[in-house]
């Protein structure tokens, strides 16, 4: 069986996308050659859009290749098991993996109590925060208790200021409040276009959780 044969360009078509595309390499080349400063970087997820989680947690797949240590704080998620628990729980030595929280705030209804949960976790937080050795720490739905108000806005900026020069953070969740994309390095909105939910779709295992 042959390839199908490739249509014939068109040769001054041809010679614009490659004159193009040596113009971009150029200017991607001079930004790559100006930043070269190493430093952590504070990254939001937010926004109403799938992912956020998920994002997160293929950059704790990605630093595990990198050979660092990676700590996980989740605030909000805990009522069930999800599948990157499981998953990233196989390595103990590599990963800290705290699940702090104890499900949604529709479910809990006591605010009180879900104070209480968010203090605990950001304890938690801050011990991780502390250590030089974790490279990689993640703290997911922080932004919910944030918007929610169960935690000190200006501690939690503080502490995350504070933390080890080189020690990456990820935070995820709806409703990042400004200030604290203000201090991030990196900061991602994500947006709905369509769920498979509002087409009564249930959440499906090793998709939503």
Same mark, same amino acid.
């Given at each position: ?26 200017? &991607? ?177 090793? &998709?939503?959780?």
């Amino acid at each position: 069986m042959t390839a199908a044969a490739t249509p014939s360009e068109d040769p001054a078509r041809a010679e614009r996308h490659r004159a193009r595309m040596a113009r971009k390499k150029a200017l &991607i080349d001079e930004r790559i050659a100006q930043a070269q400063g190493q430093a952590g970087v504070l990254l939001v997820t937010c926004g109403n859009g799938k992912g956020k989680s998920s994002s997160a947690f293929g950059m704790v797949a990605r630093a595990l290749g990198h050979g660092m240590k990676v700590g996980i704080v989740q605030f909000i998620k805990g009522a069930i098991a999800t599948g990157e628990e499981q998953f990233f729980r196989r390595f103990p030595d590599e990963v800290q993996f705290h699940v702090m929280g104890e499900g949604y705030t529709w479910n809990t209804q006591d605010r009180a109590r879900d104070i209480a949960s968010a203090e605990r976790a950001w304890d938690k937080a801050c011990e991780l925060l502390r250590d030089p050795a974790i490279g990689l720490v993640v703290l997911d739905e922080l932004n919910i208790a944030l918007k929610y108000q169960y935690l000190d806005l200006e501690k939690v900026l503080d502490d995350l200021a504070a933390r080890p020069p080189m020690q990456h953070v990820v935070v995820t969740g709806r409703g990042a409040p400004p200030a604290l994309i203000e201090l991030a390095d990196t900061a991602t909105d994500m947006q709905l276009l369509k769920h498979a939910f509002a087409s009564g779709i249930a959440a499906q295992p090793g &998709i939503e959780w």
